[in-house]
């Protein structure tokens, strides 16, 4: 992560992150899978 902060590579990063959990949440949602929550870790500078 560090390195990926310094590149710039950060936020594409962390738009694919969030992209992706929020892709399986459906996933899960429509295998009827009982989950209703997830969690997930971004850097600290995506909330900044």
């Given at each position: 992560m560090p390195v990926a902060e310094k590149?710039?590579?950060?936020?594409?990063?962390?738009?694919?992150?969030?992209?992706?959990?929020?892709q399986q949440f459906m996933e899960w949602k429509k295998a009827d899978v009982s989950i209703n929550h997830i969690a997930v870790n971004i850097s600290g500078s995506r909330v900044i």
């Open positions: 590149i710039a590579l950060i936020s594409a990063i962390g738009e694919w992150v969030l992209k992706t959990a929020c």
